[in-house]
């Protein structure tokens, strides 16, 4: 018996194609058949041997990124729009927000997070404990932070610093503890610049911008002023001020000035307390608040100082609201006494807000909240009070009082109020901005 086998066919051969294309892989597979072979006699069987070749090419293609047109806008605390639809571009799928806004000339500042880059400040933006800076992409809250979004043509970004302790968001703050905050930061900005170049003297009213500058660093606050043009803009500088012709209440303002301006007060501190050690244990001046001050900062000390604290309060009352709340606001962080408060904060003038304003300094002073329900008049709190009656929602200003006008005493004395009363409930502190 014969065995004849034919093969009909070549399995096991491999078949490789090369593209000439960038970056193109072609891949071919190889599917054959069994083999199955009968034999029989005298019989030829013929082994089908079909090979089947599938073949999967797959491109891989370098494509450079699209360029995009996006916006940028920025509000800040105040509401001051700090960018208005600003232009960028960028490259589509980009997450490069933050750097294209630096790289416009407006920086930006942070700190990395195990959530990405958190922002503090954008161009400027006032920087609070309180508050965040807001990420919205094409009007909708953004599900990721500003470093991590992938840019689109056309896309419009909105940054806005915004309150997080909100009632709503369960917080502490209500819509007049965040206005507060509008209108302080407003004036820090806008208004205050124009107080100072506007100030003939350390002596005028503006001492009470002096002492709001000072309770803001003393207590960390993220506020910057430029003390060089503060000192140009003062008509009268107190580099030549001769601290021998100082007198009353020019002590504490010539003190509140130097320190908001970073002068040297080593020399100051040598006249004040031989001033301080001199004082008649019968003074009782209505100015006494002004001198006694300083000794706190400065760290003098003097025999005369517990007499001095017990008369000026005590003097005070023969000048009534205004007097005895500069007496406390002064007098409070020498702990002399056993102070407590007393009816007069609840009492509400109708002719002057000057009296309003330095009783929120010291409801500071005890580190007592005046929005609290006890001290409420006609169901309305002291906070509440002042906006109702000199805030001007147009320029998110108070208004200068109208009897004084021409001067700016009740308006300064209206913001000293409003940032004691922030300073306490920010910090839960006791707030001396007299001392």
């Known amino acids: 018996m014969k065995k004849k086998i034919l093969l009909?066919?070549?399995?096991?051969?491999?078949?490789?194609?090369l593209a000439s294309?960038?970056?193109?892989?072609?891949?071919?597979?190889?599917?054959?058949?069994p083999v199955v072979t009968t034999t029989s006699a005298n019989t030829t069987t013929a082994i089908d041997t079909t090979t089947a070749i599938n073949t999967t090419t797959t491109v891989e293609t370098t494509t450079e990124a699209k360029e995009i047109t996006y916006t940028v806008s920025l509000k800040d605390i105040d509401g001051e729009v700090l960018l208005d639809n600003l232009e960028l571009t960028s490259k589509?799928?980009?997450?490069?927000?933050?750097?294209?806004?630096?790289?416009?000339?407006?920086p930006v500042t942070g700190y990395e997070t195990d959530y990405g880059f958190y922002?503090?400040?954008?161009?400027?933006?006032?920087?609070?404990?309180?508050y965040y800076v807001a990420f919205k992409v094409n009007g909708e809250e953004a599900s990721v932070g500003a470093s991590s979004y992938e840019l689109k043509d056309g896309d419009h970004i909105d940054f806005e610093v915004q309150c997080f302790n909100v009632v709503d968001f369960g917080g502490a703050f209500d819509e007049t503890d965040v206005l507060v905050d509008k209108i302080i930061y407003s004036y820090l900005k806008n208004y205050m610049p124009t107080l100072i170049a506007n100030d003939q003297t350390y002596a005028s009213s503006d001492y009470w911008t002096y002492m709001t500058i000072n309770a803001?660093?003393?207590?960390?606050?993220?506020?910057?002023?430029?003390?060089?043009?503060?000192?140009?803009?003062?008509?009268?500088?107190?580099?030549n001020v001769d601290l021998s012709t100082l007198s009353g209440a020019n002590y504490g303002k010539y003190y509140w000035t130097a320190k908001a301006l970073g002068y040297d007060l080593s020399s100051f501190k040598e006249v004040y307390q031989a001033h301080?050690?001199?004082?008649?244990?019968?003074?009782?001046?209505?100015?006494?608040?002004?001198?006694?001050?300083?000794?706190?900062?400065?760290?003098?000390?003097?025999?005369?100082?517990?007499?001095?604290?017990k008369d000026a309060l005590m003097a005070s009352t023969q000048y009534g609201i205004d007097a005895l709340a500069w007496q406390v606001a002064s007098l409070a962080p020498y702990n002399k006494y056993n102070y407590t408060m007393?009816?007069?904060?609840?009492?509400?003038?109708?002719?002057?807000?000057?009296?309003?304003?330095?009783?929120?300094?010291?409801?500071?002073?005890?580190?007592v909240n005046p929005r609290d329900e006890q001290y409420e008049v006609d169901g309305v709190d002291l906070i509440?009070?002042?906006?109702?009656?000199?805030?001007?929602?147009?320029t998110n200003l108070v208004k200068v009082y109208p009897t004084d006008e021409g001067t700016n005493m009740s308006t300064n004395q209206i913001y000293a109020g409003l940032v004691a009363y922030k300073i306490s409930r920010d910090k839960q502190k006791a707030v001396y901005l007299f001392a």
Not at 24 to 30: F, K, L, N, P
Not at 384 to 394: K, L, Q, S, T, V
């Open 8 to 17: 009909l066919g070549l399995a096991g051969a491999s078949i490789i194609s």
């Open 21 to 33: 294309c960038k970056n193109e892989r072609t891949t071919t597979t190889i599917k054959t058949n």
């Open 92 to 106: 589509e799928g980009s997450k490069s927000i933050l750097s294209d806004i630096e790289a416009a000339g407006y």
């Open 119 to 130: 922002v503090t400040s954008i161009a400027g933006s006032i920087v609070d404990s309180n």
């Open 216 to 239: 803001l660093t003393d207590n960390l606050y993220d506020f910057s002023y430029d003390q060089a043009i503060i000192k140009a803009d003062l008509k009268d500088s107190i580099e």
């Open 276 to 309: 301080i050690d001199s004082i008649s244990t019968e003074y009782k001046q209505y100015v006494t608040p002004f001198e006694v001050a300083p000794a706190y900062g400065l760290g003098v000390t003097s025999d005369n100082l517990t007499t001095l604290v």
């Open 342 to 367: 007393v009816n007069f904060l609840n009492t509400r003038s109708e002719s002057s807000c000057t009296s309003n304003a330095l009783q929120l300094i010291d409801f500071a002073a005890f580190n």
């Open 384 to 394: 509440e009070y002042i906006i109702a009656n000199f805030y001007d929602e147009e």
